[in-house]
């Protein structure tokens, strides 16, 4: 790993450098995502679970170290969430920079329920 690590947020502000990277780059844009201002409760409910039926479609995939991971989230300390189960949406078991993961691929959900 480098020395210095890429804040995700840092990195998804930068181009990307392929068709693979903009789809990574726009689920993880969306798990990112902040709450827009000005919502009402009910709009703020709608939003989120909006959010979460659109996350739960897509299954990020990505190379890291040679071995395919499903995404799982990014924290906010500027680290991707890996997980080696795909059937498995939440819980990581390693936290990586995002500059070390390549090979960014989609999958379709069999389900969208979280």
């Known amino acids: ?9 840092d990195w998804l502000d930068t181009p ?9 780059k726009e689920w993880l844009e969306r798990f990112r995502s902040g709450i827009p201002d000005n919502l009402t409760i009910r709009e703020m409910s709608a939003w989120l679970q909006e959010k979460k039926m659109w996350l739960a479609a897509r299954i990020l995939l990505c190379t890291y170290e040679g071995k395919t991971y499903r995404v799982v989230g990014a ?7 890996l ?6 949406c939440w819980g990581h078991e390693l936290r990586v ?5 390549s090979g960014w691929t989609i999958e379709t959900a069999q389900s ?3």
């Not at 790993?1 to 947020?9: R, S």
């Not at 920079?97 to 993961?101: F, G, K, P, R, Y």
Request: include cysteine; hydrophobic fraction near 25%.
């Open 97 to 101: 920079d995002v500059t070390e993961c």
């Open 1 to 9: 790993m480098q020395t210095t690590e890429t804040h995700v947020d």
């Open 75 to 81: 924290s906010r300390l500027g680290d991707v969430w």
């Open 16 to 24: 990307p450098v392929d068709e693979s990277e903009c789809t990574a």
């Open 83 to 88: 997980n080696s189960d795909r059937t498995k």
């Open 112 to 114: 969208t329920s979280i």
